[in-house]
């Protein structure tokens, strides 16, 4: 197989390239944009081309390749190769170190030799050749002992150069990132000589409109549908001052559907979308497998519901860090309806805590009847909550209102709460259920049980398996609470799915004197949980202060819950 790559025997590409294919037959070339002539051209099967350095960042030249070489669809990337690269000086016999007046190398090289040059030569004239081993070869050629190359230690011996020092560059893990490519009409490349899982990437260029919020947008495709964002890269668009491209390589190829999904709807808010090409990232000791293509938009349906108890006759537990839903002992959660102040939380959570509290509730993002009423601290509510698990050792739910805030909710929270409200918010659900923590799932007051298992549904098919339900009173005639606890789905849900079922009696009575009578009979029903508001002062409180539970009372249901015994939640009791 015959590889282009840009510089002559002996160079770090060529040694690279060879890393994967150790058999293959080199086409030196002179430039970056030599090297996508020749595979265009045919006059070799792939190309090998340097595009980053651990140290010094991106190779500029080849990216600002790219748009056009790739952009009309002829090539496409195959492979990624990481090579690790030590640089070594020589100069023709009869040098010494002190008698250097001028060095040549690759300007990338110059750069990773940067702080040794400073220090052994600092008054050394650096001149910027083609290429590492093409630098070698013209000091070989001048054989004057002044002058040094800076190249790979393999480049040495061929033309008789002796080495001044070794090790040279200024990290000794230093290595650089090339990429292949081959034309999109050729046959696969040979298989790489390593074996192992493989993993792909993806490359693409990104032009936008100068919009408020654009490139955000376009990084959030990504973002919210679980892809990982591995590297963005901005160059200038020579043609038209101060705007720019964008190089985005995220994880993936671009046939999994999440990534198809997202490079549609990148393509329909950008200017101009390239896709450079899925190609094989390198793991050591990967091996070249294609995954196995699914189409986009739509998700096989199971035979069975994944939510069907059948799929687990026995019941599945839901782990948020030491405590289980679904196991033996029920779940209490407690705390207020929203996080109205730091030293609030801290004291309510401490004391939730003391008295058998298992998990620490709180809302930072409300989502509120009137757009009058306290809508939450956002991200202030969020550190608190967070501050009082570290000081008590309550895991932390709290409830997530949009897609746009599943990240930072998922970042401090231990289990995401999906409110009645946004039951079949489905964009939400698909967020949340890629963030990977476990999900909390109220029931809509108007939705059926079929409804709530079906928004259930949507979580588990996204690939998390970790969903509580939470049955929180449903809408009925009945005006003298708030909505009707309906246990019937507590049971039915039981029978029905094999999620572990927990029970809210604060929302559903909304008066606080139903509250315990309301959860031992939820317990008696078959759930797994409580989970209950409570606040110092009712009276005060920012939100549902008429159905939150004084301390007291909490301590009161605890104890009748654990039965006596202690909760699981406070770790660490002291604040
Ligand atoms: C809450 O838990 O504070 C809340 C708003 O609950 P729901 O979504 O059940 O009304
Ligand atoms: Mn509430």
Redesign the pocket.
């Known amino acids: 197989m015959r590889i282009a790559i840009q510089g002559t025997h002996g160079s770090f590409s060529e040694a690279a390239a060879r890393r994967r294919w150790p058999e293959l037959v080199t086409l030196p070339c002179r430039e970056a944009k030599d090297v996508v002539a020749a595979v265009r051209d045919g006059r070799a099967e792939a190309g090998c081309l340097p595009i980053e350095n651990s140290l010094i960042g991106s190779v500029t030249t080849t990216y600002d390749l790219l748009e056009e070489a790739f952009g009309d669809g002829t090539l496409r990337l195959t492979h990624e190769i990481l090579y690790p690269v030590h640089h070594t000086l020589m100069a023709p016999p009869g040098a010494t170190l002190g008698g250097i007046k001028r060095v040549l190398s690759h300007p990338v090289a110059l750069g990773q030799c940067r702080l040794w040059l400073e220090k052994h030569l600092p008054d050394v004239e650096l001149v910027s050749a083609w290429d590492t081993a093409g630098s070698a070869e013209i000091v070989a050629q001048e054989g004057n002992t002044a002058i040094a190359a800076i190249a790979a230690r393999h480049a040495a011996e061929p033309h008789g150069l002796r080495l001044l020092a070794e090790r040279i560059e200024d990290d000794p893990t230093n290595q650089t990132r090339f990429l292949t490519f081959t034309r999109s009409d050729a046959p696969a490349l040979p298989p790489a000589a390593t074996q192992g899982a493989s993993r792909h990437k993806t490359s693409v260029i990104v032009l936008i409109d100068h919009k408020p919020g654009m490139l955000a947008l376009t990084l959030q495709a990504f973002g919210v549908r679980g892809v990982n964002l591995m590297a963005l890269q901005s160059r200038p668009e020579r043609s038209a001052p101060w705007t720019y491209r964008f190089y985005v390589d995220v994880d993936g190829s671009a046939s999994d559907p999440r990534l198809a999904e997202a490079l549609e709807e990148v393509e329909a808010l950008a200017a101009r979308v390239v896709v450079l090409g899925s190609y094989e990232a390198w793991v050591e000791g990967s091996r070249l497998s294609a995954p196995p293509p699914t189409p986009a938009h739509h998700t096989r349906k199971p035979d069975i519901p994944l939510v069907d108890r059948r799929r687990q006759p026995e019941g599945s537990r839901v782990e948020v860090r030491h405590l289980a839903f679904g196991g033996e002992r029920p779940v209490l959660i407690a705390g207020p309806?929203s996080v109205e102040s730091e030293t609030m939380v801290l004291e309510t959570a401490a004391e939730i805590a003391r008295v058998g509290g298992d998990m620490l509730?709180g809302?930072a993002y409300?989502?509120r009847t009137s757009p009058y009423d306290f809508q939450g601290l956002g991200v202030k509510g969020l550190r608190y909550l967070a501050d009082a698990r570290e000081r008590t050792g309550l895991p932390v739910v709290t409830?997530v209102l949009s897609w746009e805030e599943v990240a930072v909710v998922a970042h401090f929270a231990d289990m995401l709460?999906i409110?009645?409200?946004n039951m079949q918010n489905f964009t939400l659900l698909r967020a949340a259920a890629r963030s990977g923590k476990p999900v909390l799932l109220?029931r809509g007051a108007g939705a059926t049980i079929e409804e709530w298992l079906m928004a259930a549904e949507y979580i588990l098919a996204e690939g998390n398996p970790n969903v509580v339900l939470c049955e929180?009173g449903i809408r009925t005639f009945e005006r003298a609470t708030r909505h009707t606890l309906d246990l019937n789905a507590v049971v039915m849900v039981g029978e029905r799915t094999h999620l572990p079922v927990i029970v809210?009696p604060s929302?559903a009575a909304g008066v606080r004197s139903l509250v315990v009578p309301l959860s031992m009979g939820s317990l008696a029903a078959g759930a797994c949980g409580l989970i209950v508001?409570v606040h110092p002062d009712p009276d005060k409180a920012m939100s549902?202060g008429a159905q939150s539970l004084d301390l007291a009372m909490f301590a009161g249901l605890a104890a009748k819950v654990h039965g006596g015994a202690p909760g699981r939640g406070g770790a660490r009791l002291a604040v």
């Open positions: 309806c509730r809302g409300k989502p409830e709460q409110g009645a409200r109220k929180r809210d929302h508001e549902d």
